[in-house]
């Protein structure tokens, strides 16, 4: 109903009358200090009993470290992995373009000696295979980083796993 009033609100009287009775029994109490009809004070409780630390939290702490590091090295060496794989594109497209104008320059006989355009094509060919050299040692790395990050890995689920079995015991 668009337009309509809203009821007024209306003032709730037990929790006037509450605080009333509370200033009431604030002068009721006897010579002990103890309102009759309250409750008796609580004690203190004694701590939660503690399970003593794991034997493996040391462990577990030092393995997750290592893991994260682990996994540091990785990302920067997949930074790495790109870059060399991104050259190894460039270098492929470069040597193509040196090749096809190597073919271009035989087919119009342009070429004046075959020492020189042998010279090119093998140095554009070591050039391409560097870069390929570089490409596959960067992925390399990046499998043995990940080999290792996954043994960290390893390592500390099994000291979690081993945690909770031990919880479970109790």
Do not use: W
């Amino acid at each position: 109903m668009v337009g309509m009033r809203r009821p007024k609100k209306q003032k709730v009287e037990g929790v006037e009358e509450a605080a009333e009775d509370a200033a009431e029994v604030d002068g009721e109490a006897g010579a002990t200090g103890e309102v009759p009809g309250a409750p008796p004070p609580r004690q203190a409780s004694p701590p939660p009993a503690t399970s003593p630390p794991s034997p493996g939290a040391a462990q577990r702490e030092e393995a997750e470290e290592i893991y994260e590091d682990a996994a540091i090295k990785v990302r920067a060496i997949k930074r790495l992995a790109k870059e060399a794989g991104d050259a190894e594109k460039v270098a492929e497209r470069l040597h193509q373009r040196k090749m096809a104008r190597l073919e271009a320059g035989d087919r119009l006989g342009r070429r004046k000696s075959t020492f020189g355009a042998a010279k090119r094509t093998y140095e554009a060919i070591i050039e391409l295979m560097s870069a390929q050299l570089k490409s596959a040692r960067a992925q390399f790395m990046l499998a043995d980083a990940q080999y290792a990050c996954s043994a960290c890995n390893v390592r500390v689920m099994e000291l979690e796993i081993a945690r909770l079995r031990r919880a479970l015991r109790r």
